[in-house]
């Protein structure tokens, strides 16, 4: 519960005591664009998208995208870099996330899969990861073909 006050105030509203500090002056949902890339930056598109909802607390973004993307095409991408997407906002200079992947047909097995952000970047990284295996990025040569690549993603992470 909370026992603090809140007051609206130019700019925001203060959530408890004032000052900057406890001032939530941004706040938005709406959806973007999923794209996939062959690389974490620059890199060749894929031609297929799909869309994505997310949430903007202050500088918190909760970006998910639900449903399946459907037969991925990844011709003009490079088969052997890493697999990244888009996000609805660049990443903060911590570059601090959490996520999850539900996989459908990523030709992976006995791995988890996670994204994670960099510092500061416009697209998350794919990656998977297992015991005693370390952590790897998803390439592009990882997906099948079939009516469903990847599935359903959630991702946290901090802007500026």
């Known amino acids: 519960t909370f026992a603090g006050n809140i007051n609206a105030v130019a700019g925001g509203i203060n959530l408890g005591a004032t000052g900057a500090a406890n001032l939530l002056d941004d706040y938005e949902e709406g959806t973007w664009t999923v794209t996939l890339y062959d690389a974490t930056s620059g890199g060749n598109a894929s031609a297929t998208t ?57 030709a992976l097995t006995g791995t988890g899969l996670n994204v994670a952000v960099g510092a500061s970047a416009s697209r998350a990284y794919l990656r998977a990861s297992g015991t005693g295996a370390g952590i790897t990025s998803i390439i592009v040569s990882d997906l099948t073909s079939g009516a469903s690549d990847i599935g359903d993603l959630s991702l946290t992470y901090m802007t500026d």
């Open 50 to 106: 799909t869309t994505g909802n997310y949430t903007k607390v202050g500088r918190l973004v909760t970006a998910t995208f639900g449903g399946q993307l459907s037969n991925i095409n990844t011709a003009g991408m490079i088969a052997g870099n890493p697999l990244a997407m888009s996000l609805p906002f660049s990443a903060g200079s911590s570059g601090r996330s959490c996520g999850a992947i539900v996989p459908s047909e990523i």
